[in-house]
């Protein structure tokens, strides 16, 4: 065994053996795997080796995409069969939300290049005959879809990597991982150590217990899951005789399960609902090929709705029933890339469809590792999206929920219930009894929107057969009341958010944006490490307030942040709610060595009140002797202020467009300032409103979220921050990259677009946008403008199609619409509100 290596990778499954591989193909080959017992002995073996191209994710649909087309080449690169069968795969609709996701998808796959057909019943029994087809709408098909032999293209992989200088070493099995001062990683080995620069973690069920080894608590749990094999069927073996083709991938989304052929016979894999969590605390050391006993009560009612559907599988006996550990996090999706506060430790785990995950998600990471930054936006599936709350009783909760999941139809508006609440700002109660319907993001709490007192969905509205298998309506509320219906087009809650931005646009609003990631930034190279690292310029004036982003190396977007200056060496540092972990963990590992920068996380000691609206000099006047001319406290500026006996540093920003004020103040003073706002505002028309208004007023004034209109993918300047991007500043992080792109041109342009013709589904973001019905470009965000009184979407389009007045057309959930490109900021685009 070798005792020093350029990248040790931990775990000889599927995802481990790919990062090998990349790496290898990347031109690393001093790289060496380490695995315990035998190659795929994990969960690898046992999988049904199904490649679903479906996925909801921008970051996951690529990955996936990648990988099927990987293993297509693999079986003549290496000589090693991998026994690939692209032999489709059809997903069936029953009912019309479930269409209406399917077109949902269909736009995301559009963008990323995934093929996608449309299939009538008829065409359906034409494929798959055994199939009962009355009771359809119809049906989805990936034709490149299909399945491979999961430890077949483990050892190709392995075989491609070895090819190029990789080694591989089983029945191995690491007991400690150590950082050195100098950095370098020793990894110590039941039969030695290796000291390297670089350590991947692709330890699958073993996750949490390698995360342990360096301090960290891995947010992944398995849970239980089941197929079942049958014996052979006549008509399937009759139709292999006959040469006819396998009729591919079979999924019953609204029952939960997949179904394809095996061996003449059929196999079924269900999602079963109360499918628990397993190797809560690891594996046993000696668990190798291991398997659970088989629980088929769980699996009765997918039985039977599977013989309906396809009576075969009831003609036949049960040859086998596997059921295995497949591990999760919280959110399904997998986590690729750096762990958190450790240097060159890499993860990847927590694949639940880790076959199909692992070409695509070892070719990223291994360019992240080689080259420091992936090339396709990996924030959905990015370790850092989960912070430190996602302790153990919150990933039981969480990951048995996320498998029951995996069929359920995916609104854009769902708001999953377990594990909740979790984190509240102090004013929760406040809310919730001024109606609010909370929705959930890094484990707070935070009001989606105000339902008016006693507002109850009916009994006519709960009772639409929309859906079959999940119920498309949030949870029931202390009360007993259901106040939010689910869906891809403008539900129940649209009007209500329409009043509350019109309240905000007339009167005055207040939100709670406590979920703000923030930290200080202090001491005597604070300023130009700011500098350094960020592209605008840094505030200069003590009280000044500017946006600046950090880019990757090559100019793209990876955080936002808004810069305070509190003080002559300080900082305050405020980012999105969602990315505390990834942005903090960003800005920590590019502190100077010297000491001579701080950096303070302060997100729990600060809550953050927004007061926004033509009426909130009004209401803040009454409290503060502050002075709130426009002259003393202009826009983009910050002061400490006191508001009533309670104190505040008051931002004049907002993410809303409306003269206003962020309060960021000790957040065990929120609900005093919380009560003195809506006492003082009484008079003015304050009403409290939520993250929903909130977006819909940022469309309006065409302002980015990360990561959506700002993203890796997409240079700075393709996003349109020009104004923030100071090219005439020395040096920035990312600023040669920028240049070198602007360069090279560019692919994309940013643009704010009208879309025509709605009347109850507006875009989401991820929807196609065409020109002569040629693809080009996607909507990254939309909704309704309530200011505007339009329909609007956000989105990235090629350069040349960016003037306004461009017609555009847009696919909203199948139907085509008319677009135009409008004018940027088309709610008060010389911020004369703002400034007022
Ligand atoms: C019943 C079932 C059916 C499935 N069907 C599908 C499917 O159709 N399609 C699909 O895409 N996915 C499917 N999956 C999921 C798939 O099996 C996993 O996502 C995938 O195998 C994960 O691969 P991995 O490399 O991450 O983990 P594993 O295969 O578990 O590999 C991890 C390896 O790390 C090794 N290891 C751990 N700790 C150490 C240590 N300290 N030192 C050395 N080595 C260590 C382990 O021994 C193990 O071999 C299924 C899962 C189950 C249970």
Known sequence: ??????????????????????????????????????????????????????????????????????????????????????????????????????????????????????????????????????????????????????????????????????????????????????????????????????????????????????????????????????????????????????????????????????????????????????????????????????????????????????????????????????????????????????????????HSFGVTAAGGAGWQLAEWIVEGEPSIDMMGVDPRRFGPYASRGYLKQKNEEAYANVFTTHFPDEERPAARPLKRAPCYDRMKALGAVFGSVYGWERPNWFAPEGYCLTEEDLNRPDVLLNENHSPALDDGRIVEKYSFRRSNYFEHVGKECRNVHENVGLLDMSAFAKCTIKGPGAESWLESILANKIPKKIGRV????????????????????????????????????????????????????????????????????????????????????????????????????????????????????????????????????MEAGAEFGIKPFGIRAMDSMRLEKSYRLIPRELSIEYSALESGLDRFVRLDKEDFLGKAGLEAWKERGFRWQFVTMEVHDVTDADARGNEAIYRGGELVGRATSGGYGWRLGKSLALAMVHPDLAEVGTKLEIKILGKMHRATVIPESPFDPENEALRA
């Open 546 to 677: 500017g946006l600046c982003h950090l880019l990757t190396k090559y100019g793209g977007v990876k955080s936002e942040f808004t810069v305070y200056k509190t003080g002559p060496q300080s900082y305050y540092l405020v980012s999105a709610g969602a990315y505390e972990r990834h942005d903090h963990d960003i800005l920590q590992k590019l502190l100077p060595a010297d000491g001579s920068v701080r950096f303070t996380p302060v997100t729990t000691a600060y809550g953050v009140l927004v007061l926004a609206g033509p009426k909130s000099r009004d209401v803040l006047a009454k409290l503060t002797d502050a002075d709130l001319s426009n002259k003393a406290f202009p826009w983009l500026t910050g002061k400490r202020i006191s508001i009533g006996h309670a104190m505040a540093d008051a931002l004049r920003v907002n993410f809303v467009g409306e003269l206003g004020w962020e309060f960021h103040h000790p957040i065990e003073m929120q609900n005093t300032i919380f009560d003195l706002l």
């Open 1 to 350: 065994m070798k005792s020093h290596a350029r990248v040790v990778v931990i775990g000889g499954g599927v995802v481990g053996v790919s990062t090998l591989y990349h790496l290898v193909k990347k031109g690393w080959s001093d790289v060496v795997l380490i695995e315990r017992k035998e190659l795929t002995s994990g969960s690898t073996w046992h999988a049904a080796g199904l490649l679903p191209l479906f996925n909801m994710s921008y970051s996951v649909g690529q990955i996936h995409k990648y990988s099927v087309k990987l293993y297509e080449s693999l079986e003549a690169e290496t000589g090693q069969h991998v026994g690939l069968r692209q032999c489709s795969n059809i997903r069936l609709a029953r009912t019309k939300d479930r269409w209406d996701e399917y077109m949902y998808y269909a736009g995301v796959a559009e963008t990323i290049g995934v093929n996608v057909k449309i299939l009538t019943p008829a065409q359906v029994k034409e494929i798959w005959p055994l199939c009962e087809t009355d009771d359809l709408l119809g049906a989805i098909q990936h034709v490149d879809d299909g399945y491979v032999q999961p430890a077949d293209l483990t050892q190709a992989l392995a075989k491609g990597a070895r090819a190029g200088g990789a080694e591989i070493y089983r029945y191995t099995a690491v007991t400690g991982i150590e950082q050195k001062s100098g950095g370098e990683w020793v990894v110590s080995t039941d039969k030695g150590d290796i000291t390297c620069e670089h350590v991947v973690s692709a330890t699958g069920n073993f996750a949490r217990r390698t995360g342990e080894m360096v301090g960290l608590d891995v947010p992944v749990i398995p849970v239980e899951h089941q197929y079942i094999v049958t014996e052979p069927h006549p008509a399937i073996v009759e139709r292999q005789k006959a040469g006819l083709p396998e009729m591919g991938v079979l999924r019953e989304s609204d029952s939960s399960w997949y179904m394809r052929e095996e061996n003449g016979g059929l196999l079924l894999g269900p999602y079963e609902v109360g499918a628990p969590c397993c190797y809560v605390d690891g594996p046993s050391d000696d668990s190798e090929y291991e398997l659970f006993q088989e629980d088929l009560e769980r699996l009765e009612p997918h039985i039977e709705t599977a013989i309906a559907r396809v009576p075969a599988f009831g003609e036949v006996g049960v040859k086998q029933v596997y059921n295995g550990a497949i591990a999760y996090t919280p959110d399904g999706s997998p986590i690729i890339g750096p762990a958190w506060e450790l240097k060159n430790f890499w993860l990847n785990e927590g």
